[in-house]
């Protein structure tokens, strides 16, 4: 079988396998990145692993924002996540006035998708400000934000976009401030540390209390209710009867309070999600956490199965890349135009954003996880690849090349014996470089539900955890390292093939 048959042989094996997935009688539950969406997704699991101690049920936590775990579930890659009433009616569904739970159910049907188990809480948009602030400046209202215009309002990006978020609250108070980009898990310390004015809050956040914010009201009624509820699947209650019916029994058993007081825990005494669930769902059996230190997060349980995600991502792009990059850099290398058409396009794939293009390509293979995430590692390894090896052919002497056509040596045998042997060096070195870059990006694939280090980075950002980012960041390094020393190991134990002198003498 010929390289470029193989190549497309497991390209498509990868595809298939990934529209497979989902197809099984594994219950997925997602989960967006922030606290209560981590928590609440553990709270659903635990509920349906209950029901049926052999279901299979898993938990694709920290996906992203409303978007991609959208995107997820209409794909198949997730059967149901925690989600909230005012976001499937202005956000999903689009609707310009509020619905009822019976008017979204009829919208969502023809998508194959339904919504149910209001969960008891409301979990409202609002703003807030640092009491000593609002004070000074006697705002305690949205309306009032308007008369001061030079206030530095610090949004997540997911709010800055949504038509319920900030485009619809300006519009409707009339607010002239340009708000800047900052993520939720760390907007409350730079509120605290002055370095913005204002920010957008979940109104069962325990660090409005623990920090005495001020919550502005929302005086002209923008913001809809944010009741949580169950997004699923239609076929979820035929495939998972019991689980579906242990899920049902969730309706109603969480109020704002206790919300408030499983954030809290999370965000305040950093417990896990998985304890604070059980501990919510079986308050009567003591829950024993893990230790919560550095040392603990760095080498927790999840440090293997993490690893090997990151490394089986790594080498699979960096191994398609090779595939791929390699015989296209042979081909296009004696033209010039070509090569700089080629190489220039791949160079201009380096400048596109990671995130900007994972959404592209999960909308391409409509799934989330490993696949996009290694289709995007596999484009930005091709350009180090092809680019040394295109300089690596370049320069390979031209006496060497004219000695083989002068020995009777083919085209192919002149490049198989001749050029690739010298050029080899040159090559090895821009699969290191790619190497490197994959194994820094990657972590980027967590975002997607792909796995690996970064899903400790994202859980980080999402609790504004340094020690759990440092514990996603320090085995990243560790890998790329390894890596390295690997490459500079088999750089140095090549030696140049015996034909070479041979061709030389011949040639003097």
């Not at 101690?53 to 995107?71: D, F, S």
């Not at 033209?335 to 794939?349: F, K, P, T, Y």
């Not at 490993?370 to 680019?387: E, K, Q």
Request: charged share 15%; hydrophobic share 50%; glycine share 10%.
């Amino acid at each position: 079988m010929k390289l470029k048959e193989r190549f497309y042989l497991l390209i498509g094996l990868l595809l298939a396998s990934s529209l497979a997935w989902g197809a099984d009688d594994v219950l997925r539950i997602g989960s967006k990145r922030f606290t209560e969406s981590y928590i609440l997704a553990h709270v659903l699991a635990q509920t349906a692993q209950a029901s049926d101690k052999a279901a299979k049920v898993e938990v694709l936590a920290g996906l992203g924002n409303t978007a991609i775990v959208y995107a997820a579930l209409q794909a198949g890659s997730i059967d149901l996540y925690p989600e909230y009433a005012g976001t499937i009616d202005q956000e999903i569904l689009k609707n310009t006035e509020p619905s009822s739970l019976a008017a979204m159910r009829e919208q969502l049907r023809p998508l194959g998708l339904g919504v149910d188990i209001a969960l008891g809480f409301n979990d409202g948009y609002a703003l807030a400000m640092r009491a000593d602030k609002a004070a000074a400046l006697g705002i305690s209202k949205l309306s009032e934000l308007a008369r001061q215009p030079a206030l530095r309002l610090g949004l997540s990006n997911e709010f800055i976009g949504r038509a319920d978020g900030w485009p619809g609250l300006a519009k409707r108070y009339g607010l002239p401030q340009q708000p800047t980009g900052l993520d939720h898990g760390l907007a409350y310390d730079a509120l605290s540390a002055g370095q913005t004015d204002v920010i957008d809050i979940y109104t069962t956040d325990a660090k409005i209390a623990h920090l005495g914010l001020t919550v502005l009201q929302d005086d002209a009624a923008h913001f809809p209710r944010y009741d949580a509820v169950v997004l699923y699947r239609l076929d979820v209650p035929q495939r998972f009867p019991a689980a579906w019916r242990a899920l049902q029994g969730l309706a109603g058993s969480i109020d704002e309070a206790a919300m408030i007081g499983m954030n809290a825990k999370a965000e305040l005494q950093g417990k896990r999600f998985e304890d604070i669930a059980a501990e919510h769902l079986r308050p009567q059996v003591p829950v024993e956490s893990a230790a919560a230190g550095f040392w603990a997060k760095l080498f927790g349980p999840d440090l293997l199965r993490l690893t090997l995600q990151h490394l089986s991502l790594v080498l699979a792009s960096v191994g398609l890349a090779t595939l791929t990059g390699l015989p296209l850099a042979l081909l296009v290398a004696p033209h010039a135009r070509l090569r700089g058409l080629v190489l220039g396009a791949c160079g201009l794939l380096q400048t596109v954003p990671s995130l900007a293009l994972l959404a592209v390509l999960i909308t391409w293979v409509d799934r989330i996880g490993s696949v996009p995430a290694m289709l995007a590692l596999t484009l930005y390894a091709l350009l180090p690849i092809m680019r040394n090896t295109c300089t690596g052919l370049a320069e390979v002497p031209t006496g060497l090349k004219q000695a083989a056509v002068a020995l009777g040596l083919t085209p192919a045998q002149s490049l198989r014996l001749i050029e690739l042997p010298l050029a080899l060096p040159l090559v090895l070195a821009g699969v290191r470089t790619a190497t490197s870059i994959a194994v820094g990006t990657a972590t980027i694939a967590a975002f997607i539900g792909a796995g690996g280090l970064g899903e400790r980075i994202v859980t980080g950002l999402a609790l504004n955890d340094r020690e759990l980012l440092l514990a996603g960041a320090l085995p990243a390094a560790a890998l790329a390292l390894l890596f390295e020393a690997a490459f500079a190991l088999l750089a140095r134990g090549m030696r140049p093939p015996q034909s070479l002198p041979h061709l030389k003498a011949g040639q003097a």
